[in-house]
């Protein structure tokens, strides 16, 4: 028996996407952008982070590689900087096996001419070097498996993220509101503002929650007047004051909205409880999402109806409706989040899925386009890697992705439409080059192989079947 671990590292994108033209996002790339910007001294801040963009871990684990996989430049990357060369003396050759892909999830057919899974064509010349050698891309020196995944889904939201990775692509197009002042139709404000016992509704417009704060909350303070705002995801949010207003009407608030926007396709009702004073207003952690249930079972259904157990971290169950979500841990930002992932994985039983995600990645850098934070807290996310590896027991499948992109350096404030990480390691993954993944839903396909679970109706596992 084992466990299963997803650490979603919400926003963090490597580009490539095939289909961002679509979306206004050919270009954005949250991790390449971030590197940048740190190697060029651009994201340096007093007290927060200086210099280039260090993640030994994620490095170690193969984050480089997999953003060369997704931006098709992984076989440009494997001749320019190969790996240390095995085999032993001159004339010595040693053959390693990779996964048995398409040729462009191998990362280009320089890499993969050779076929049947060997990197029999790479020649590597150097400084006495004059022979012949078969690499593993970096494989060889790497206990994890690492490649990109693109999304399948119509959309580049939370959910659609989340649940396409759990097995269930969003093949349907989301209700959205339009770029307009006001923002909201008439009937569904009235509805709300009677339903809910409101004064009025302030806002009622496309903004950044931030801003429209700074915009509103003097006003919102002096009139009760909750703050109603979206963006170019499929949201309703609903922002008030935790203390005047009151938390808990404000939830109440969103659960009527949430019935309401039901016949618009709105995918989430999201409640914004804030606190302070005018020119110094905070957001708390006590956000919550008023999801729509998935369209069909997810991994985390199949798991909890086979006798398996599901440990919910943060917005996780919020995301999926807390359908199938079992047992919910909340947290407030990164660092709350690795302590209470760790502690979950301490004492988490046989066959159960922790699945974790870290929201400040999106939620106060990528969104705020705040390119110095979000390297910060990537430094941090990445120095908490190996206290989380000497946890995982033997047997215990980790696998760090994301959930779409939200690139600190582009234009306006929402999401990206990019490829994302798949890292993997631990029992049942072979490590070594993953390629370009064709869906989300690989990741929780591979996961079912891992639970022992039935083949889920989406995705392609990349499990080697050997769950120890």
């Not at 993640?55 to 440009?76: C, H, M, V, Y």
């Not at 002096?222 to 203390?243: L, M, N, R």
């Not at 997810?298 to 798991?303: A, G, H, I, K, V």
């Not at 430094?379 to 959930?403: H, Q, S, W």
């Amino acid at each position: 028996m084992s466990r299963a671990l997803i650490l979603v590292m919400d926003s963090f994108g490597l580009g490539g996407a095939r289909d961002a033209a679509r979306f206004g996002d050919e270009g954005s790339d949250t991790y390449g952008h971030i590197a940048e910007e740190c190697a060029a001294g651009r994201a340096d801040a007093a007290g927060v982070r200086s210099g280039p963009l260090t993640l030994p871990n994620l490095t170690r684990l193969g984050l480089a590689e997999a953003a060369a996989i997704s931006k098709g430049t992984f076989a440009e990357r494997v001749l320019s900087n190969p790996p240390p060369l095995v085999g032993g003396g001159r004339g010595k050759t040693t053959k390693h096996p990779l996964p048995t892909l398409p040729l462009e999830q191998g990362g280009g057919e320089s890499i993969r001419r050779a076929g049947r899974g060997t990197f029999a064509d790479v020649s590597i010349k150097g400084e006495g070097v004059d022979d012949r050698r078969e690499l593993t891309a970096f494989g060889d020196t790497r206990n994890s498996a690492y490649g990109a995944a693109r999304e399948q889904s119509r959309g580049k939201d939370t959910p659609s993220g989340h649940w396409e990775m759990t097995g269930v692509p969003v093949t349907f197009d989301w209700g959205y509101f339009p770029n307009e002042r006001p923002c909201f139709p008439a009937a569904l404000t009235s509805a709300l503002v009677e339903q809910a016992g409101l004064p009025g509704l302030l806002g009622n417009r496309h903004a950044s929650g931030t801003q429209i704060l700074e915009d509103l909350g003097g006003e919102h303070l002096a009139s009760g007047k909750p703050i109603v705002y979206t963006s170019a995801d499929s949201v309703f949010q609903i922002a008030a004051h935790e203390d005047s207003f009151g938390l808990e009407r404000l939830y109440g608030v969103c659960a009527v909205a949430r019935k309401l926007v039901d016949g618009y396709g709105i995918g989430r009702v999201i409640a914004r409880p804030f606190v302070g004073a005018s020119g110094a207003f905070e957001r708390t952690g006590n956000r919550r999402d008023y999801t729509t249930p998935p369209p069909e079972p997810t991994l985390l259904d199949r798991l909890c109806a086979d006798g398996g157990e599901v440990i919910s971290v943060g917005k996780v169950a919020d995301i999926f409706a807390h359908q199938g979500t079992g047992r919910t841990v909340k947290a407030n930002g990164n660092a709350a989040l690795w302590d209470a992932t760790l502690a979950a994985l301490s004492e988490a039983p046989e066959r159960s899925l922790i699945f974790t995600n870290f929201v400040d990645f999106d939620t106060l850098y990528g969104h705020r386009r705040n390119v110095a934070g979000y390297a910060a807290a990537l430094e941090a996310f990445d120095a908490r890697l190996p206290v989380f590896e000497k946890a995982l027991r033997p047997g215990d499948l980790a696998i760090i992705t994301a959930d779409h992109g939200c690139d600190p350096t582009w234009t306006g404030t929402d999401h990206t439409r990019e490829n994302v990480p798949v890292l993997a390691f631990g029992g049942g993954v072979a490590p070594g080059p993953l390629g370009l993944r064709e869906s989300f839903a690989d990741i929780g396909q591979t996961l079912a192989a891992h639970l022992g679970l039935a083949p889920l109706p989406h995705g392609t596992s990349f499990h080697t079947g050997n769950r120890e």
